[in-house]
């Protein structure tokens, strides 16, 4: 259905304060025009969320056809209340949802922005004009059976199930990077690091390995937090007590609900507590912080790994995507990973907002839903972004070093643990200071001391003997056999 013109000239809506004046081409009313004086904190309004503004506009859709189906609401409102609900589901009059994200009334204003908008387009599809609240009210209509205390936080749980799921797939995108570099550079040795000191050899296939697993595990763990927002608390209306709905009302609009989203949804066994109750928005942002934090960590190994170029480990090159410098030629800077770091840093100041928040809540209501929900909605859009950005423009690009990693395992003090188990600790720790003092190579220094053949060095050595698992027992018999056969010939 085609939009109307808007109209010029502001029209006078009226609430229990008085009047006020409301631009005529405006698909909000009185209240949202209230809350836009009151709140301009963040700047940033519900409309950039537009997950959030489709999930309140299912809500009402839902409602609307429960209380048609239980008589409460004239199939003609129904029909129009449900048909501006799909509009704005299918991505229209967003821009008309003005208030602020950070707002006082515990969400009511974003309630009310939301009833007055489905309530003027629905006026419009009935042919009466926008503010003609006579025939179809945003209270008494839109928001029959409801309250923002049932309404609101079920939208954002709604919203919260679209946001994880897309974050989950690119976090599998993410991981699937990883995977393809963990198999290009699996034949690639080098020095492992623990503290970062030299540790023992590994390939650079089983750290990027890592990385593909890490990721993978936290795409597992928000697939399961998702899970605990599927019970909600529509239907209890103010505190949960189901004051001023019909008693089939909860079970009935969650079958619509469910229907419109294709959600599993399910209403709480208990409405006063759920509506109290944040727990559940605690712990997406528990895991939220979790994967941002891996995804940090990782970040920072590979800004460490390819530092240099010349000064630094130098041991993969990251895509260079823009100067580094105002001032130093040529320089190239790890901007990517420094980004991800950033929204990691973000999120975790988000988390805290919401354990505060949480905590905040008094008696049968939270007040602070709409810094949780802001919260939420900012660390799951910016994760996800820095996500395809550290895939796009990182990842995919990466390149390995393979003589300086060589070159490391080959001078490494690291590989005296290797032979450790077959010429003693005391002789690997003399080994390995010697090493240090001189500068020579492990493995030239055990066969000049003539703790090990050449054959037995290079064969304990290779590659795959350094990266998984011996049998000690085996190789020790066969070692000591070959020595003494040495000494008596």
Not at 151 to 173: C, D, G, N, S
Not at 252 to 259: G, N, P, R, S
Request: charged fraction near 20%.
């Amino acid at each position: 259905m085609a939009v109307t013109a808007p109209t010029t000239a502001p029209r006078i809506e009226y609430d229990s304060l008085g009047a006020l004046s409301v631009p005529g081409d405006a698909y909000y009313g009185i209240h949202t025009a209230r809350a836009v004086e009151n709140f301009s904190i963040s700047r940033v309004t519900v409309a950039a969320y537009p997950e959030f503004v489709g999930a309140l506009a299912a809500v009402k859709r839902a409602a609307a056809e429960a209380n048609q189906e239980l008589g409460l609401l004239d199939g003609r409102r129904a029909g129009a209340i449900a048909a501006a609900c799909d509009e704005i589901r299918a991505g229209r009059l967003h821009e008309h949802f003005v208030v602020d994200a950070i707002q006082g009334g515990a969400g009511t204003s974003t309630n009310m922005n939301a009833n007055e908008v489905i309530a003027n387009r629905a006026l419009e599809i009935l042919g009466f004009a926008r503010g003609d609240y006579s025939e179809l009210h945003p209270l008494e209509h839109v928001n029959m059976s409801q309250s923002t205390n049932d309404v609101y936080p079920t939208a954002i749980k709604i919203a919260l199930q679209e946001q994880l799921a897309a974050l989950v797939t690119t976090l599998r995108r993410v991981s699937a990077a990883f995977g393809v570099k963990a198999e290009e550079f699996k034949d690639i040795l080098k020095m492992g690091r623990t503290q970062l000191q030299d540790a023992v050899p590994m390939t650079l296939g089983q750290e990027f390995g890592t990385y593909a697993v890490m990721v993978g595990e936290d795409a597992d763990r928000l697939g399961e937090a998702a899970q605990l927002i599927c019970e909600i608390n529509l239907g209890g209306t103010a505190i949960g007590t189901r004051l001023n709905s019909h008693p089939r009302y909860a079970d009935l609009v969650c079958e619509k609900l469910t229907a419109v989203t294709g959600l599993s949804l399910s209403t709480a066994r208990d409405l006063v507590e759920a509506t109290q109750d944040v727990g559940a928005f605690v712990q997406v942002s528990g895991v939220l912080k979790r994967t941002a934090l891996k995804l940090s960590k990782i970040c920072s190994d590979l800004r460490l790994l390819s530092s240099g170029p010349r000064a630094g480990l130098n041991e993969i090159n990251l895509p260079a995507v823009q100067p580094g410098s105002s001032i130093m030629p040529g320089k190239v800077n790890p901007v990517i990973p420094e980004v991800v770091n950033q929204v990691a840093f973000e999120i975790v100041g988000c988390d805290v907002a919401v354990s505060m928040a949480a905590e905040s809540g008094q008696l049968q209501l939270n007040a602070f839903e709409p810094i949780i929900a802001h919260s939420l909605f900012q660390s799951l859009t910016h994760l996800d972004r820095a996500c395809r950005t550290l895939i796009d423009k990182c990842i995919t690009g990466i390149t390995a070093n393979r003589e300086r990693l060589l070159d490391s395992v080959t001078h490494s003090i690291g590989v005296v643990t290797a032979l450790s188990p077959y010429i003693g600790y005391a002789e690997a720790a003399r080994i390995a200071k010697m090493a240090l003092m001189t500068g020579e190579p492990i493995p030239d220094l055990v066969v000049a001391e003539q703790l090990l053949t050449s054959d037995q060095v290079d064969d304990l050595l290779k590659p795959e003997a350094l990266v998984g698992p011996r049998e000690l027992l085996v190789l020790k018999r066969e070692i000591r056999t070959g020595m003494e056969g040495s000494a008596n010939s």
